[in-house]
Every structure is written in structure tokens, then in C-alpha cells.
């Protein structure tokens, strides 16, 4: 989970305060210097996390929080606000050129994930309804023209480039050209991954800066280099003058130093996240809902937006009828489980829902429950449709083959079969009486929850 590590340390700091009726400044003092450790090991820029700490503190010992008939409560909100402030008090959004194509330059150190980005931004803006085309100035990494090709293709995006042997500023401006002779209103260009003191190709990314007039320069930043990505992304800053920062490999960063420093140092927003390997682990950066999410509060929002972008909502509604008649098949289950896994792994999803931090024990092997929908999907994949809608005709023989199909023992299909009626059941109770239900203990759980 995002930020695992400083979540949990900041929790258990106002775990004592939540318990207590009245607080004194004693307390809040206590709480404070448990706070600065957890962000200190966090790898949050030290001058960062002494004037976070000074600000919470101040507003902590105002006679409104102490009192409050909820101190603690109190106290946990002044520290939501502060920490949303750190990170930029609201969403950043991308400079739209009045006069197409909006030109996005992509810069940063090698490895830090700008060409895989450039695709998941381009493949972002589609959804929203731009036409992007990617610009391939990378002549320098083997590869790395065809790797963007390669994502472009995956995401239905095209790709301009001319080999390996031009000059990127020429591969720009000629893309730049492409791009309003077919009608493409915004265009990201890859630039090859620098050091920030190699003044030869710095001076290239100001060539190219100077020939396109980019609405927006976005400096993508591994996070998990902590204080070096404060480092870099200040250096890149000055010498090239970024308009926001794109935080990778978020979902490998426990502690969250680089996201909580580098807005307050390099005063530039962070506007979006890469948050695991696939195209579609890329989000706009929301510091509210980051904040809630650090304290345990959980990211309703966004489990709500993703679950209206990947769900199919008529086969929602038609799954929701069956249901009240009962009349739910294993073909129905089988488009609920693929329903689910478009919304991305468990262990994320169950990251935004309030309260389940504590759970991160549970959540961390929710990869293993990810494999278990696989293993499902199999079983009911290697069904016929007959066998699918009235799995009370499977007998010894057909499970034999079935479990052959797809890579199981029969009795995974037997335990499959038991908990899917076991569940409808219990489906039928919660339309008639809730109360039955909890008699009953809940819902069974299936193989992958």
C-alpha cells in the first residue's frame, strides 16, 4: 500500500489522543515529536517536517481543540489540513494551450519511468477525450524509441519519430508540424533521461524548449529515491523552469518522503501519479485525498471515479435484477469478477476504503487473492455456457474435465460450487431478511476474499 510505513507510525501517534477525553499541551507535545520521527524516517526534508510540526503544534494548543469535547479528533484534522497544504491545498491541473496542439515536454534523470509516463499521460488525455501524439526524442537509450512505439501501440496512440540519427530538436519541431497536419490537439514529447548536471544535454532540453514553447514541462521523479528526487527536481527547476512533477513507482514507496517534501521545496505541484506497472496505474494527484489516505481515512472519491470509468453499469443493472430474483449463474459471476478486475488489484482498492489500514497485514496478501480470481475465472472459463447456468448438472465426469481445462483439482471445482450456492443463499436472505443474515454469520466468503 501507498505510504504503508508512515501511515501506520502516524496512526499509532494519534491512537493515545483519540483515547483521551481531555488533552493537555503535555500530549500534543508527545504527539508532535512522534509525528517528526515518522516523517524524519518517512525521508521527509528535515527543514519540511519542522515547519510542518511547528504549524500542527501551534494550532493544536488553541483553546478550541483543548476544549473540544473531541480533542483528538480535533487534532488529527488540524494535521489533515497541514498535510494537504504541504502537498499543495488542491489539484493541479495541465496549462491547456488556447491554440492547439498543446505541447507537453517530459524530462528527468534515466530510470525514472518518463517514456512508459509519456504513454500513460497520452493514454489518460484520450480518455478524456483529447487526440495526443507521442514524440519519441530519446535518440540515446537503445530502445527507447522502440519501447514508446511499443506502449503507443498497446494504448491505440500514435507515434512520431525519425530514427536515431537526427537531432531531437529537429525530431520536435517536425512532430510539432505532424501533429497539426493530422488534427492531434496535444503532443508529449519524450526527451532522453539526463543528469542534471550534464550541461551539454540539459542545454539540448532548453533547445527544445525554446523551438516548441511547451504549455507545460512535466518533470517525472522516482519517488522512491526520497530526498534525492527533492534534489533533482530543484536542479531541473532552475535550469529549465518546470510547470509540475509526476511522482513514479508510488506503489513501491512506503515512506513517502518524496511526495511530502517536494511541493513545499521546489514550490512546483505534483500533478499526477504512476501507482503500478500497467498503462492504466496512472491518476491525476488530488493532496486532500492523499492526506486522508496517509492518516487511514481511506480515498472514497477515487475508488468512486475509478470504479464510473471501468464499470459497465448496464450489466450492473442487469446483474442488480437478477439478484433480486435469485436468478444469479456462474456466466453472471464470471462478468462480476471481470467487472472487478478492471478496477485493479484488491490490495489498492481496499487501500481507499476508510479504516482498512489497519488491515495491512490481511491487504498485504491480497496478492495472492488476486491469483485466486484467476484460478476462478479459469474454472467457470473451462464451463460450457450450459454448464454456466445451471452448474447442478456439473457431475464427476464433467468436473474431471473442467478442472483438466483449466489447471485445477476437482476439488477446487467442488469448493467453488459449494460457496457459490452457499452465497446465493445467503443472497436470497439479504433481499428478504437482514437480520436472518447476520444470524447466519454474513456473507460465505469465496476463494479470493
Known amino acids: 500500500m501507498i505510504f504503508e510505513g508512515l501511515s501506520e507510525k502516524l496512526q499509532n501517534s494519534f491512537q493515545k489522543l483519540r483515547s483521551k477525553g481531555k488533552i493537555t499541551e503535555a500530549d500534543v507535545k508527545e504527539a508532535m515529536r512522534e509525528v517528526k520521527l515518522a516523517l524524519l524516517e518517512a525521508d521527509v526534508n528535515f527543514k519540511v517536517v519542522k515547519d510542518f510540526v511547528k504549524k500542527v503544534q501551534e494550532r493544536a494548543i488553541g483553546q478550541d481543540v483543548m476544549q473540544s469535547l473531541t480533542p483528538g479528533q480535533h487534532v488529527i484534522k488540524i494535521v489533515n489540513e497541514e498535510l494537504t497544504s504541504l502537498m499543495g491545498d488542491v489539484q493541479a491541473k495541465i496549462n491547456m494551450s488556447p491554440k492547439p496542439p498543446t505541447v507537453i515536454m517530459m524530462v528527468g534523470l534515466q530510470g525514472a519511468g518518463k517514456t512508459t509516463t509519456s504513454g500513460k499521460l497520452g493514454g489518460y488525455l484520450a480518455k478524456k477525450g483529447k487526440k495526443p501524439l507521442l514524440c519519441a526524442c530519446d535518440i540515446y537509450r537503445p530502445a527507447a524509441i522502440k519501447q514508446l512505439q511499443v506502449v503507443g501501440e498497446k494504448l491505440n496512440l500514435p507515434v512520431f519519430s525519425m530514427g536515431q540519427n537526427e537531432n531531437p530538436v529537429n525530431i520536435a519541431k517536425a512532430a510539432y508540424a505532424e501533429a497539426e497536419r493530422t488534427g492531434r490537439d496535444v503532443l508529449i514529447v519524450d526527451t532522453a533521461g539526463r543528469l542534471h548536471i550534464d550541461e551539454e544535454l540539459m542545454d539540448e532540453l532548453v533547445s527544445i524548449k525554446d523551438s516548441l514553447k511547451p504549455s507545460e514541462i512535466l518533470l517525472v521523479v522516482d519517488s522512491m529515491t526520497g530526498q534525492d528526487a527533492v534534489n533533482v527536481s530543484q536542479s531541473f527547476n532552475e535550469q529549465l523552469g518546470v510547470d509540475g512533477i509526476v511522482l513514479t513507482k508510488l506503489d513501491g514507496d512506503t515512506r513517502g518522503g518524496a511526495a511530502l517534501s517536494i511541493r513545499a521545496v521546489t514550490n512546483k505541484p505534483i500533478k499526477f501519479i504512476g501507482s503500478g506497472e500497467k498503462l492504466s496505474d496512472f491518476e491525476p494527484f488530488h493532496p486532500e485525498r492523499m492526506a486522508s489516505r496517509i492518516l487511514g481515512m481511506g480515498d472514497v472519491l477515487s475508488l468512486i471515479e475509478k470504479a464510473q470509468e471501468n464499470i459497465d453499469m448496464d450489466k450492473a443493472k442487469e446483474l442488480e435484477e437478477k ?16 467487472q472487478i478486475q478492471k478496477l485493479g488489484p484488491l490490495d489498492k482498492l481496499l487501500g ?19 491469483k485466486e480470481i484467476v484460478k476462478v475465472k479459469a474454472m467457470i472459463q473451462s464451463m460450457t455456457v450450459e454448464e454456466r447456468r445451471n452448474p447442478q448438472i456439473l457431475n464427476a465426469s464433467r468436473k474431471r474435465r473442467i478442472a483438466n481445462g483449466s489447471g485445477t483439482k476437482v476439488q477446487d471445482i467442488n469448493r467453488l460450487l459449494k460457496q457459490f450456492n452457499e452465497m446465493k443463499k445467503m443472497l436470497k436472505m439479504f433481499t428478504g431478511n437482514q437480520k436472518q443474515l447476520k444470524k447466519r454469520g454474513g456473507f460465505p466468503k469465496l476463494p479470493f476474499m
Not at 430474483?325 to 462478468?335: A, H, I, P
Open 323 to 338: 439478484l433480486k430474483k435469485q436468478e444469479m449463474d456462474l456466466e453472471d459471476f464470471l462478468t462480476q469478477l471481470e
Open 352 to 370: 481507499m476504503v476508510p479504516g482498512m489500514n489497519q488491515f495491512s497485514d490481511q491487504i498485504g496478501d491480497m496478492d495472492v487473492n488476486n
